[in-house]
T-cell receptor
Framework: GQSLEQPSEVTAVEGAIVQINCTYQ??????LSWYQQHDGGAPTFLSY????GLEETGRFSSFLSRSDSYGYLLLQELQMKDSASYFC????????????FGRGTQLTVWP | DAGVIQSPRHEVTEMGQEVTLRCKPI?????LFWYRQTMMRGLELLIY????????DSGMPEDRFSAKMPNASFSTLKIQPSEPRDSAVYFC??????????FGPGTRLTVT
């Protein structure tokens, strides 16, 4: 089987930096994805890491350590619009595109 | 491209009625996923197809649920008979067997 753990809630203020961690246990690990979901909306893709290291996309960065079975999403210069749920998801090599999602982290950004 | 299209966006029905949710994936994508999302259970994968063939339906809660994909551009998820505990948001997503899934806007189902 597989399991993913991420904090249920995180709060921060505008302009701050926040890190959302994700630890996973799975066989056949292929990569780690991050998705954002605003209230009432659909999950949307943010980033993907297949190799160790940091991937940067604008204000968002994602990190992966395969040896530690650990990754994180780093959000910089937080804005109110970043308030949303953030999901990590594992891709296994043999599952034809299937992703295994964590329970999500609710991020609240205060003014 | 219009993205993944789902219909209806909202459905309110009475217990015991049949419910059919529809999905049109992004053209060219070969994998299609049906998810259910609730506060209690989070985002659950119900079933997924690859090249129109069901690959894993182990997430389908019980025999009341069924899904079909008759061609590459259309899929349905049917609940018969529906129960109040089926109330949830149902998402359809498609992908090219990669790491990026494109989600539709979802169908908010309420069973009274």
């Amino acid at each position: 089987g597989q399991s993913l753990e991420q904090p249920s809630e995180v709060t921060a203020v505008e302009g701050a930096i926040v890190q959302i961690n994700c630890t996973y246990q799975t066989s056949g690990f292929y990569g780690l994805s991050w998705y954002q979901q605003h209230d009432g909306g659909a999950p949307t893709f943010l980033s993907y890491n297949a190799l160790d290291g940091l991937e940067e996309t604008g204000r968002f960065s994602s990190f992966l350590s395969r040896s530690d079975s650990y990754g994180y999403l780093l959000l910089q210069e937080l804005q109110m619009k970043d308030s949303a749920s953030y999901f990590c998801a594992v891709k296994r090599g043999s599952t034809l595109g299937r992703l295994y999602f964590g329970r999500g982290t609710q991020l609240t950004v205060w003014p | 491209d219009a993205g993944v299209i789902q219909s209806p966006r909202h459905e309110v029905t009475e217990m015991g009625q049949e419910v059919t949710l529809r999905c049109k994936p992004i053209s060219g994508h070969n994998s299609l996923f049906w998810y259910r999302q609730t506060m209690m259970r989070g985002l659950e994968l119900l079933i997924y197809f690859n090249n129109n063939v069901p690959i894993d339906d182990s997430g389908m809660p019980e025999d009341r649920f069924s899904a079909k994909m008759p061609n590459a551009s259309f899929s349905t998820l049917k609940i018969q008979p529906s129960e109040p505990r089926d109330s949830a948001v149902y998402f359809c997503a498609s992908s090219l067997e990669g790491y990026e899934q494109y989600f539709g806007p979802g169908t908010r189902l309420t069973v009274t």
